[in-house]
């Protein structure tokens, strides 16, 4: 049973055309992420949703935003991505208790910028 | 600021051999930590999630860890086997459901 769904699975965009990733979850959970993940690195934040409450990393480029229109889906959309935005986009979500919260994760979007 | 890191970077071992992988972090204050797998182009799985009270968490032949007081987790994976050749990443969570990633370890299990 998919619990976090990435779609697609691989995009092919053009250089400066926007782009956008989606994410949907069956677990009703409150939190859900969006990762950037680039070749041997560990998982950036981007951002991440706490129900509404939209929280952004200090570092995050302004090219990037989101929006989570209800619980079960959250949208990643790049404005106008640069050869240096292809990565891997992971989505994960967490239940948001403090101390139990376990992340799990969707199976990535990997992004190609031509 | 928190900082995760994981020695060693890559491991390569004969298939049967019992390992451990670690993982340090520089602020003992973290709610929970939480190892991960990692399949190459994949996203990542969870393994096992250790709360801040416990101090061992086990799944199968995986067995975690914590000690908050040093800052250290490890992973022991028994009796290993080809199909857990992947890369390895632990994660803290400082409280703020923002989970601070190491770098991860790539395990290579040779048969």
């Known amino acids: 049973d998919a619990m976090v769904i990435q779609n697609p699975r691989y995009q092919v965009t053009q250089f400066g055309k926007p782009v956008t990733l989606s994410c949907s979850q069956t677990l009703n959970h409150n939190v859900m992420y969006w990762y950037q993940q680039k070749s041997s690195q560990a998982p950036k934040l981007l951002f991440h949703?706490?129900?509404?409450?939209?929280?952004n990393e200090a570092d995050t480029p302004d090219n990037f935003q989101s929006r989570r229109p209800n619980t079960s889906f959250c949208f990643l959309d790049i404005r106008s991505p640069g050869l240096g935005d292809a990565a891997m986009y992971l989505c994960?979500?967490?239940?948001?208790?403090?101390?139990?919260?376990?992340?799990?994760f969707g199976p990535g979007t990997r992004l190609t910028v031509l | 600021k928190q900082e995760v890191t994981q020695i060693p970077a890559a491991l390569s071992v004969p298939e049967g051999e019992n390992l451990v992988l670690n993982c340090s972090f520089t602020?003992?204050?973290?709610?929970?930590l939480q190892w991960f797998r990692q399949d190459p182009g994949k996203g990542l799985t969870s393994l096992l999630l250790i709360q801040s009270s416990q101090r061992e968490q086990t799944s199968g032949r995986l067995n975690a860890s914590l000690d908050k007081s040093s800052g250290r987790s490890t992973l022991y994976i028994a009796a290993s086997q080809p199909g857990d050749s992947a890369t390895y990443l632990c994660a803290v969570d400082p409280g703020t459901y923002k989970y601070i990633f190491g770098t991860g370890t790539r395990l290579k299990v040779l048969a």
């Open positions: 994960a979500t967490s239940i948001g208790l403090a101390g139990e919260d376990e992340q799990f």
């Open positions: 949703y706490y129900d509404k409450d939209f929280n």
């Open positions: 602020d003992s204050a973290i709610y929970n």
